[in-house]
């Protein structure tokens, strides 16, 4: 469960991070 958790946390932190930065990047 523990290793499980810590691949879903990964994930949706790199799945924020590369929202964020489509958005950063996508503002002038």
Avoid: G, I, M
């Amino acid at each position: 469960f523990d290793k499980l958790a810590r691949n879903f946390l990964a994930a949706v932190l790199l799945a924020s991070t590369r929202l964020w930065l489509r958005a950063y990047e996508s503002t002038p």
